[in-house]
């Protein structure tokens, strides 16, 4: 997989600096587009945004390329995947709370009407 998904000696620096650094940093992004009511497009342009922000941090720390297309796809595809579940739960949680008379929970990320 080295190589292919991430550029380092270890694939511990990958699961830091984009998983747990950068998953943490798109789900908080995620959770404040939705408690703004913000659109999932301005979403994906913060995450585009986010994504250059880690390539820096893996440029920064363990001397990775900063500009490779091909890894920065791959950390703004993980960082996406972060930022939605954040986006969709807490959009969840929203229409639950705020409109409880007409939504219930179908899951932690959706929501149905009631019947």
Known sequence: ???ILYEEASIWQFFFVTCLLGGWAAWMTGRACA???RTYGKLVLYILGLGIGVRFIHHALFGGTMFSLQ???VDTIVLL???TLG???TRTNQMVKQYHWL???ASPLSW???S
């Open 1 to 3: 997989m080295q190589g």
């Open 35 to 37: 408690q703004t009511w």
């Open 71 to 73: 890894y920065y796809v």
């Open 81 to 83: 995947i972060f930022a």
């Open 87 to 89: 986006y969709k739960y």
């Open 103 to 105: 939504y219930e929970k």
């Open 112 to 114: 149905r009407p009631k």
